[in-house]
């Protein structure tokens, strides 16, 4: 098997001391403009659209990260079969940044914290649970994770998707398909966003949708910046509907330093950084996807194959 390999920022030497162990008469080589299109698959990270041009021979690509929209919104050819990396330890990661967001606006964290610089002592109410539902846009490997960790805080939690979940998991309340999204929102306080982004998901939290739910709802959005519209955002906060949000993914990133985002008081933002991408668990868990498909295991058969009617 020859495999080429094109991810922006990576070190191919990693890569390629993994695969050499795993694949027999193993063929590497760094793409660079102009190269021959003789390899057999590609290991991608934001290749751009030269790459995929020059490389029509490929039987498929490997892309070192979860989200695949900016790969799919390449010209590529049809029927290219796409595998991404699946969680390698960015779960866990997603689901202690979702709790932080969440608690800090549950518990009330920021009154406190201007309390103490008042130096004024003053409990809130004693937190009621029942009062807020934490709903959970997307139910992949990161979305699950995030559920499981709220359900351990005893929140009721209520889980949206577009088609029927595999598996749904126990203890929550499942929304399913165009709609019941009304439904979902109605029914909860807290929103957290996992979404995939596709055509169908982009400016999915706008005005109408955000508006559904209940007074004092709180958005956590760790998905992708373009499933928010930004304006809509701002203006029910500032109209005291929602009582705020926490944002780690933005339209344009790094956000510009005259976005109001920034000054917003509250609205907490943070520099995508809710799940990093682990080097090794995800060196370990592509070559392994790699090394399936030179053993001949069909694509479809392959965790992180992407669908592209649904787009990932």
């Known amino acids: 098997m020859h495999v080429t390999f094109c991810c922006a920022g990576g070190d191919p030497g990693r890569w390629e001391t993994e695969l050499r162990r795993r694949i027999p008469n193993l063929t590497f080589s760094v793409w660079a403009p102009g190269a021959p299109p003789e390899a057999d698959v590609a290991l991608v990270w934001?290749?751009?659209?030269?790459?995929?041009?020059?490389q029509p021979q490929l039987k498929g690509l490997f892309n070192a990260a979860a989200g695949v929209d900016a790969?799919?919104?390449?010209?590529?050819p049809p029927n290219l079969p796409i595998v991404r990396l699946e969680d390698a330890g960015m779960a866990v990661q997603m689901a202690e940044y979702v709790c932080h967001a969440l608690i800090h606006d549950f518990r009330v964290f920021g009154q406190l914290d201007r309390q103490q610089r008042e130096h004024r002592w003053q409990q809130p109410p004693a937190p009621d649970r029942r009062g807020y539902p934490v709903g959970v846009m997307g139910l992949g490997v990161l979305?699950?994770?995030?559920?499981q960790a709220l359900l351990g805080f005893d929140y009721a939690v209520h889980t949206w998707t577009r088609t029927p979940p595999v598996d749904p998991p126990p203890g929550v309340h499942c929304h399913v398909g165009p709609d019941a999204l009304d439904g979902f929102l109605g029914a909860s306080r807290g929103l957290v966003c996992v979404l995939p982004l596709t055509p169908a998901t982009r400016d999915i939290l706008n005005r109408r949708h955000l508006s559904r739910l209940r007074p004092g709802g709180?958005?956590?959005n760790v998905a992708r910046g373009a499933h928010v519209v930004d304006q809509d955002l701002i203006d029910l906060i500032d109209e005291g509907h929602l009582s705020g949000a926490t944002l780690d993914v933005f339209r344009q990133e790094p956000l510009p330093t005259d976005h109001p985002f920034w000054a917003h008081p509250r609205i907490r933002v943070t520099p995508h950084t809710s799940a990093r991408t682990l080097e090794t668990s995800s060196v370990v868990q592509i070559v392994d996807k790699i090394a399936q498909v030179a053993a001949g295991v069909p694509w479809h058969r392959i965790g992180g194959w992407v669908d592209p009617q649904r787009g990932y």
């Not at 934001?46 to 020059?54: C, G, L, N, S, W």
């Open 46 to 54: 934001a290749p751009p659209q030269q790459f995929i041009d020059e």
């Open 71 to 76: 790969l799919l919104r390449l010209r590529l």
């Open 143 to 147: 979305g699950r994770r995030v559920v």
């Open 218 to 220: 709180y958005v956590v």
